[in-house]
């Protein structure tokens, strides 16, 4: 990598992508991925049963989240510049932060995930969120530049 590539959000670009390609296992292997990522047996019977739901939302989780890698290989230097890119970059550090910390006040929406699931997810939103922010913040003054 070149010493001009932000590693830590490269880094964190890669823990997106990952979490994107789990998401997206879930709609191809259905219900014991659902199960096993801790969706909750609703989820994962809606899913072998066919229903539309599961995939839907599951998908458009891949989008965000792939749309996030992207956001930080951006700011990395590894891709073009994408629109609002500071912006975008201390919103997505924040989802993540929030969502790494927080988990406790959205556990009661979701009744069905294990406690292991929600200390293990919030753990790796946390860390994701970490990169995310330090890296943002290594970058700050290249980011404030348009044409780099």
């Known amino acids: ?8 959000l490269i880094i ?3 823990g997106s992508a990952i979490a994107a390609l789990a998401h997206l296992g879930c709609i191809i ?3 014991d991925w ?3 990522f801790g969706a909750g047996e ?9 229903h539309w739901y599961p995939s839907v ?3 458009i989780i891949v ?3 792939s749309l996030w890698s992207l956001y930080a290989l951006s700011g990395a230097k590894v891709l073009f510049r994408l629109p609002f890119l500071k912006f975008g970059l201390i919103v997505i550090s924040l989802i993540y932060l929030v969502r790494g910390v927080a988990f406790f006040a959205i556990m009661p929406m979701f009744p069905e995930n294990s406690l292991t699931f929600w200390f293990v997810s919030s753990g790796i939103c946390l860390t994701i969120g970490i990169l995310y922010s ?4 290594q970058s700050w003054e290249r980011l404030s530049v348009k044409n780099t």
């Open 29 to 31: 292997f259905g219900g």
């Open 63 to 65: 989008l965000v989240l």
């Open 34 to 36: 659902y199960r096993f």
């Open 57 to 59: 939302v599951t998908l």
């Open 1 to 8: 990598m070149d010493s001009g590539k932000n590693k830590l």
């Open 42 to 50: 609703q989820m994962a019977k809606m899913a072998e049963d066919g």
């Open 12 to 14: 964190g670009s890669m």
């Open 134 to 137: 330090i890296g943002t913040y």
